[in-house]
């Protein structure tokens, strides 16, 4: 009941900020026929000429593939690939030949292709060591690369380049001939430049390489570095999928359509014991890299697909219209019972 | 007169003190204790034993009783670490992330163990430093309240200032007034004679009447400092217990004539902790209880800690990802372990050599140990499906929601400084989802301050203005005030009314005019409990009335039937008006009403009271009356009456009470004004006025001797009977009033309470009103703030007399129950189902209510009516009361109070308001947002609750869509790389994504989303209700999102490997390999995320523009950059935008393509949603923003109109009911009009004219 004067509060008044006090300008978009129209027209309107593009970019590569694996191996060893791959007497060369279909434009690409072959693995894809690949001083680095990292578990002896990646380099090659000429495969720039020129050293040489009990695939010319042993750095770079293709080489000379390409296969590489497959691909390349004609379908699909909603949602706006911001579409008038 | 000076002037030495209360208590104060059983002390529960002013024996055992020192603290500095260590660790997710962070530490991990353990220490960290600041907080006012000071006695008499924490049980204490006291206390005596002292139990029971406590006789003699040095006794009393009323004990006082006399002692006598000292200057105390054992400390409960609902339901969210997580992980190891075991499959798998030198997660001699590596490296790798940065980004959400709400300067109240402050911010969506406000009335709704507003004397009304419902009524109608009153009082009304009417009604328009500035006015010459404005009453005017010897009798009234005192006035002695103190607020406000119409109450002796009357003539003259009786106040008796000799001789007795009560009890004479006053009644109650009805009665002086002596016969009369034998005799007296009039009492609302219940009740919320104070006084708050109306069917739940007096519990349940049942009849009944209901509840008839076998049917009961307010409720009751509620209903429940009283309930409800603007912060430390003014509650809840739960419900949502997508294409690669844990993108990646990349949108989305802007959440309280209904965050979204998140995780993996594998992606022939497969799967990851929380958003700032283009192109720049480091550490990812994937057109098309295809599944759902099935907010939204419709567009306010929920409660729901009423009204007059005009042709020519005027 005492009227005391209030003592002065201290007053925490906040301080006006648009900000604080949540008005900043805003931009409220709201979805409107008109937006949902015009969004769907614009995703056709980009992804079929889009599609049409790439659908016929891929149609203008030229792709030759052929599986090897099981044309290679002779009828007595039809059910013991690996037996036939792992004698040292077996005769592994066997000789292909391919029809171009279309005139194939310099480069054409040489691709092996594997499938079934797990590069991901995780063992796999951690057993190597970069920077013993890298730079000399770091060659006893061979942590990563069990059960490929020493000769004979000598620590003294690294193996250079180490690990199970390395160790399982393919080893198939391919010469290829045009009639009686032979076509020149040229092994060089088929690796990423940032692969040659750093992360392989060019004062890296291959050391104890192939040397074990086991031989893993190919082997590597102890003279020459890393850096410049292109086809390791090729497969050094670990497919993200079980099939995949790896740069063979490329040939700076045209094919002309209906020519005859023979190839002679040395078919070392075994893909028999876990049933993988090997191919050959010959490809030229247009500016989405190689055929791919899924992609532009996909385009097409979906471009097709959103113009079909744009088309549709069109005639329901015009058939059944629902006035923007219609209040008979607010809950408490459509169900006043409901309240 | 001279003698009489003397007197006076003798007396004024001694002050106020002189008066006996004792004597003026005819009921109260003599009644004698409770039986007890006195023989139980020593025994277990009557064990304590106090020696009064030798503190020093309870020194050492056994009479060493805890100190004065009370502490609410949850931890101290020792326990802290390990106690909120424990309680962080008991949440399911945090033991979850603790098991990865451990497991980080070993070789498993596919990711760095800081990147793991860093937001875990992150997400602990912040919890404990919240725990740690709130209970620092706590410290402090312990700390406060701890060296609060006491006077105390130290020996020889002398009393020193002591902090409350080092009292001691027997120390004796002194209370100044106002002071609260330190701890359980013994009254001893008191600054008046007779022992007495007023106490304010505000804190305990949130009553804010005084009440009398009053000491035994032996002891009134310490009433002196220097006497202390000498007093001796020992008190042997209950051991500690919560029971505030209840005390039993036994005082062995060493007199010098009586050695070793036992007193017992009651309830009466015990000073509690926490209560107030007022109206009387100082009292003395022994120390009976301290520190915890006091039964304040006792009755508090902890605090719990408070999760919302969303919080909680994200729990079973999280356990559903939980177990998504585990079945993965267990796909992956058990297709790891089907890869390595098998013998030939080891073999055939030559390159991968896992025979030799194994690594123990592909070990084909131990595949079940392999298997479970797996299972455990699975467990981390995909754990971004449970994402710590989820409970990392809502900790930090919450705190910027909270901030924002501190800052709102719509929620500051410039009179107290204050502003709404959110104290726990983890509770901010639960705002936006109460269905059930439980609230307090003293100082939540009202402002504690009575104000005398109008009076009905002989008959007429004064101090009328009409009220606000009718003023918006009328308004809405557009008719005038004029044909309304008409209407009201109908045909019947007397002739002098249809005068006040007129002339009411044609000043109606400079009252209007007049109404700001008589506030203005009102501030210069206001007086604080007058609020009254009628110069038919003042200034002396009423001596021109017919009637004036009873208007004289009405000031009487008005001046002597009440038991308050005069007190000093300071400051204003000059202007000769007095400030008085009484037992209730209401008698105050009489007595300042009486000195405003001339009949000032100067002062109080023991057996008279003073009046300076106005004459009849004019003069103003002191009278004196002999008090002879005082017949108390109670609440069976409703009515209080003394009986006064005045200076001719005459005896009257003078009686105020409830009108009913009075009703019965007028003579055949007295019934004069009975209709009038009735009407009058009615409309001061419907405006919420407490009312209270005025009579008067001459005796005869052979009466009143009879009457005497049967009344002292039964004031001596001891036992229990004692009580109803008065209360029967004072029946024999009090009859055959002439009744004079009424007068209505506001208890004054705060601010903008009723506008708020108003808007409260259309956003969907049920209103509980829970109060301590009387039934009569809960019901005109109700009426008040609109949560009753006359219309209303009422039911009245309490215990019938017969009932109580048996005490049965078995009869008093089935009393109650057949009350519920047969209320619950007519609310099933099909005719009277949309008619408003309202129930009340007593008490009593609660706490039977509320026991376990008809509780239910209770609240079956109370659910059903539109407003429930419960009357005479102890904190305890409040607190069960929440806790049912929320219980039976499963609804959202808010409490607000301002007390210590309504602590309980402020912590057993979901959400806890404490009210700041006034004394005592007990129910502020306890709340969970604290606020200075009721009114502020309508923008917490409508537009920062609906804010806060929509912003938290889309967080969510995204983040499980989120992380789902991200988790599931590491997942699917798994499907690709034979199980053996290998992952997609580098280590870097993983960390950025929840770091950098994706997290600051989303807490863009969780602080500044806005489906509608302030001022339509306001104007359209239903779109409130979407979150009452919960379907921002219901079972169906959430799978929705989970859904969504799986296909677009699909949607972006299987395109991204069907794509690119095989085929080169360059010109230059290049194929990919894992690292540029990563890159760009990550990319449309990134993009994906980010573009859909762009469709989420509806609210852009640029803020938001900011953080979502700035997420993405962060994500390029730190490609730049890491791709720029060297390869030692760059790895795999040396060169990679600028070399390999930047330059190839497919990165950048494959990118657009699958963004694309991934967000269109939620576009089309979202189209076809705005189109075919649009919620509220869209379609507010539309019409606000789409068709640019003004404010003040008709079909605007129709939807406002009619978004408003059918609400029972509310000002509005009055006013359209009072619109119906009317009109009804309105009908019958015209029809009697009409019927007029056929039976009278002579009133043709005047009712014609008033029709026009009319119409």
Known sequence: MDALPRPKLKSKKPKYSRFTQQELPAWKPILTPGWVIASFVAVAILFIPAGLLCLSASERVVEIIDRYDDECLPDSYSNKGDSFIQSKDTNKTCVRTMKVPKKMTAPVFIYYQLDNFYQNHRRYVKSRSDKQLRDPGFADETRDCKPEDNLHGDENEPIIPCGLVAWSLFNDTYILSKGNKVLDINKKDIAWKSDTEIKFGSDVYPKNFQKGELIGGGELDETKPLSEQEDLIVWMRTAALPNFRKLYGKINSDLEANETITIVIQNNYNTYEFGGEKRIVLSTMSWIGGKNDFFGIAFLTIGGICLFMAINFILLYVCKPRPLGDPSYLSWNRNPSGQ | ?1255
């Open chain 2, 1 to 1255: 007169m001279a003698t009489q000076n003397v007197e006076t002037n003798k007396k004024k030495k001694k002050k106020k003190g002189k008066v006996k209360w004792s004597d003026l208590y005819t009921f109260s104060c003599l009644r004698p204790p409770p039986p007890v059983n006195r023989s139980d002390f020593g025994h277990p529960g009557f064990s304590r034993v106090v020696f009064c002013n030798d503190s020093g024996m309870h020194k050492t055992k056994p009479y060493k009783y805890p100190t004065n020192d009370v502490s609410t603290t949850k931890y101290n500095v020792v326990t802290f670490l390990p106690k909120s260590l424990f309680e962080q660790f008991r949440r399911v997710a945090n033991l979850y992330f603790l098991l990865v962070a451990v497991l980080s530490v070993t070789s498993l991990a596919p990711f760095s163990p800081l990147s793991l353990i860093a937001p875990l220490v992150f997400v602990v960290g912040i919890s404990m430093l919240k725990e740690g600041v709130e209970d620092w907080h706590r410290f402090l006012q312990d700390l406060e309240v701890n060296s609060r000071k006491v006077k105390v006695h130290i020996g020889n008499g002398k009393f020193v200032d002591r902090s409350w924490k080092v009292l001691r049980v027997g120390d004796v204490v002194k209370v100044i007034k106002n002071e609260y006291f330190p701890s359980d206390l013994l009254l001893l005596s008191s600054s008046y004679e007779d022992g007495v002292c007023y106490v304010e139990t505000m804190n305990l029971d949130g009553e804010t009447n005084l009440k009398i406590k009053r000491c035994l006789e032996c002891t009134l003699i310490f009433d002196n400092e220097q006497k202390f040095d000498k007093f001796k006794a020992t008190i042997r009393c209950e051991d500690p217990n919560s029971s505030l009323y209840t005390f039993v004990a036994n005082l062995e006082f060493g007199d010098e004539d009586q050695l070793d006399s036992s007193y017992p002692l009651s309830p009466s006598q015990l000073l509690l902790r926490d209560s107030k000292l007022q109206n009387t200057d100082y009292v003395y105390g022994v120390v009976i209880f301290t520190g915890r054992d006091t039964k304040v400390v006792r009755n508090s409960m902890n605090s719990p800690s408070k999760r919302s609902r969303v919080e909680r339901k994200m729990d079973h969210v999280i356990y559903v990802l939980f177990f998504m997580l585990l079945l993965i992980s267990l796909i992956t190891s058990i297709g790891s372990v089907l890869y390595t075991d098998q013998p030939q499959t080891t073999k055939e798998w030559w390159y991968l050599r896992l025979l030799d030198d194994t690594d123990a997660s592909f070990d084909p001699d131990k595949p079940l140990i392999s298997g479970f590596l797996q299972f455990l490296r699975a467990l981390i790798l995909y754990g971004y499906l449970i994402p710590i940065s989820l409970y990392v980004s809502i900790e930090v959400v919450k705190f910027l929601q909270a901030m924002l709400i501190n800052n709102d300067l719509h929620l500051f109240d410039e009179m107290s400084g204050k502003s709404v402050e959110s104290r726990t911010s983890n509770l901010n969506e639960e705002l936006g989802q109460v269905e059930m406000i439980l609230s307090d009335k003293t100082g939540t709704l009202t402002c504690n301050q009575m104000e005398f507003r109008k009076c009905s004397i002989e008959g007429i009304s004064y101090g009328g203005d009409v009220n606000e419902i009718v003023r918006a009524a009328s308004q809405r109608m557009n008719i005038d005030i004029e044909s309304y009153r008409f209407n009201l009082d109908g045909a019947d009304s007397t002739p002098r009314d249809s005068i006040e009417m007129v002339e009411i009604s044609s000043d109606q328009n400079k009252i209007d005019l007049n109404a700001e500035k008589g506030i203005q006015n009102l501030g210069v010459m206001a007086i604080k409990g007058f609020n009254f404005r009628d110069d038919r009453l003042m200034n002396k005017m009423w001596l021109h009335g017919s009637n004036v010897w009873d208007m004289i009798m009405f000031f009487r009234v008005m001046a002597l039937c009440h038991t308050g005192i005069p007190v000093e006035n300071g400051e204003e002695t000059s202007s000769h008006k007095l400030k008085y103190e009484a037992e209730s607020p209401e008698e105050v406000t009489f007595l300042i009403a009486a000195q405003e119409f001339g009949f000032q109450f100067c002062r109080r002796t023991q057996s008279s009271m003073f009046v300076k009357e106005i004459d009849p003539s004019g003069f103003e003259v002191e009278r004196e009356y002999k008090l002879l009786n005082l017949l108390e106040f109670s609440s069976s008796r409703k009515r209080m009456s003394v009986i006064v000799r005045d200076e001719v001789g005459q005896i009257f007795l003078f009686c105020k009470g409830a009108d009913n009560i009075i009703f019965d009890r007028l003579g055949d004479g007295g019934r004069t004004y009975q209709h009038a006053t009735t009407i009058h009644l009615a409309n001061y109650a419907e405006d919420g006025l407490r009312t209270m009805v005025f009579a008067y009665r001459k005796i005869e002086d052979s009466e009143y001797e009879k009457w005497s002596s049967t009344f002292t016969k039964a004031k001596v009369t001891i036992g229990h009977e004692r009580e109803e034998l008065l209360e029967n005799v004072s029946e024999t007296i009090e009859k055959d009033l002439v009744l004079l009039g009424a007068v209505a009492v506001d208890d004054k609302l705060q601010d903008g309470v009723a506008e708020c219940i108003d808007k409260l009740a259309q956003a969907g919320l049920k209103i509980w009103l829970l109060t301590g104070d009387k039934k009569e006084t809960a019901v005109n708050i109700g009426f008040a703030c609109s949560l009753l109306r006359h219309d209303m069917k009422q039911f009245h739940l309490s215990l019938s007399r017969d009932a109580e007096s048996k005490n049965q519990l078995k009869a008093m349940k089935d009393d109650i129950l057949n009350q519920i049942e047969a209320s619950y009849q007519v609310t099933v009944n099909e005719k009277t189902k949309d008619d408003p209901l309202a129930l009340v509840v007593d008490g009593k008839a609660l706490e039977i209510a509320l026991t376990n076998d008809i509780r239910d049917r209770f609240l079956q009961l109370a659910v059903s009516c539109a407003s429930v307010i419960c009357c005479r409720v102890s904190p305890k009751q409040k607190a069960l009361i929440t806790r049912l509620v929320k219980r039976y209903t499963g609804k959202m429940t808010l409490a607000i109070g301002d007390g210590a009283n309504d602590v309980g309930m402020i912590q057993e409800a979901d959400i806890g308001i404490g009210i700041s603007g006034m004394e005592g912060m007990q129910a502020v430390m306890a709340s969970d947002f604290s606020m200075p003014q009721f009114r502020f509650l309508e923008r917490l809840l409508i537009v920062h609750g609906h804010w806060c739960y929509k912003r938290i419900s889309k967080m969510i949502l995204y983040f499980v869509y989120k992380n789902i997508v991200f988790g599931l294409t590491l997942f699917y690669y798994e499907l690709y790389s034979k199980f053996s844990g290998d992952v997609l993108y580098d280590g870097w990646y993983m960390v950025m994504f929840n770091l950098f990349l994706t997290s600051l949108p989303v807490i863009s989305l969780g602080v500044l989303e806005q489906d509608v802007s302030s001022d339509i959440c306001l104007q359209f309280p239903a779109l409130y209700q979407q979150g009452q209904k919960g379907i921002f965050f219901s079972w169906k979204r959430i799978i929705g999102w989970m859904g969504n998140g799986i296909l677009t995780s699909l949607a972006i993996f299987i395109l991204n490997v069907y794509i690119l594998s095989l085929s080169a992606f360059r010109q230059g022939g290049e194929v990919v390999d894992i690292s540029h497969l990563g890159v760009i799967t990550y990319t449309a990851v990134v993009w994906t995320v980010n573009c859909q929380i762009a469709l989420i958003i509806t609210h852009f700032t640029w803020i938001q523009h900011f953080f979502i283009w700035g997420s993405i192109l962060c994500w390029y720049i730190f490609l730049l950059f890491y791709g720029a480091l060297p390869p030692k550490y760059s790895h795999r990812e040396f060169g990679l935008l600028v070399e390999a994937v930047g330059p190839a057109p497919m990165y950048w098309i494959v990118v657009l393509f699958v963004v694309v295809i991934s967000l269109l599944p939620y576009f089309i759902y979202m189209v076809i949603q705005r189109s075919f099935y649009p919620m509220d907010d869209h379609v507010i939204q539309e019409m606000k923003y789409g068709r640019k419709i003004v404010v003040d567009d008709e079909t605007w306010l129709r939807e406002k109109q009619s978004s408003r929920k059918a609400t029972h409660i509310g000002f509005s729901a009055r006013v359209d009911a009072k619109i119906l009423h009317l009109k009804d009204q309105l009908h019958k007059k015209r029809m009697f009009i009409i019927k007029s005009i056929t039976s009278s042709p002579i009133r043709r020519s005047i009712t014609i004219s008033t029709l026009e005027n009319r119409d």
